[in-house]
């Protein structure tokens, strides 16, 4: 299929596909909220006549944005990235894992888990990868998170796999807080996958400080878990197996801090 022809058949069916699910009820069933207090917008909004406005052309969630692609292999083997990126340098405003943006050394989508704007530009918007006339995986994009329901498809165009995201969140996440009322100053946030944690842990102090952040896999604790005063500054730093299941190492205390921030105890060598 000529690459003219693609495009359009993507930008086209992708807008269709987010102005449906921002009014499907089903997709604002969300489980949680992310740190940031970030308003969740729609791309048009009611006048006072009931007419809706002229949607804006690369506008998403109320941001402007512009389109790029991909393109990887040769022949009928190749593969296509169709894209939204946002025009302005940002950085994403939740805590989440998987970061995604487009890297302009490397011409390429990363996922990572840092992001440096002045080496690339967050996702956002509409996402479509292809091979050929065959759907491989779409979904959308807020500001370089995961976000709504992503699909993923077998080359024979049968459904592999569905996810539903709330800006980078699993949606089965949970979320607790101080006033659950106003649901103003967060507690905890636990990432749930498949009914089992999986992604980074945060646990806040009632004046809005990180208290203990850590991450998941397969239900299990791993990597360094760093602990905080209130007052911002470091407290422990506890280290788990690299890779959950793994019994030949103990979790050990590997640095302790005053919460003036001077050194207490250090331990570079893994615990067995």
Known sequence: MPLKLIF??????????LYAQEGDPEEQRFTIDTPASLDFKKEEDPVSNKKKKKVKKRVYYGVKTKKGFTRKGQGDRI???????????????TFVRDI???DYTRREIRKTTTFDPSKGVLLHGPYEKRQGEVV???????????????MKYNRDSTLMDKDRFYRGWPKESLVSYYDPQERKRMKEMTPIEYGEKEGYYYFFHENGQLAVQGEY???????????????????????YPKEPFDETIKPYVKAEWNDKGKELYRNNKMAK
Do not use: M
């Not at 994009?141 to 709504?148: A, D, L, S, V």
């Open 217 to 239: 896999h397969w239900d299990e604790k791993v990597g360094d878990w760093t602990e905080f005063y209130p007052n911002g500054k470091r407290k422990k730093i506890l280290t």
């Open 8 to 17: 359009s058949c993507f930008f086209i069916g992708l807008s269709a596909t």
């Open 136 to 150: 491989l995986e779409k979904g959308i994009f807020y500001k370089g998170t995961r976000h709504g329901r992503w």
């Open 100 to 102: 995604y943006w487009y």
């Open 79 to 93: 593969t296509y990235e169709l894209f939204y990126v946002l025009k302005k340098p940002e950085k994403p405003q």
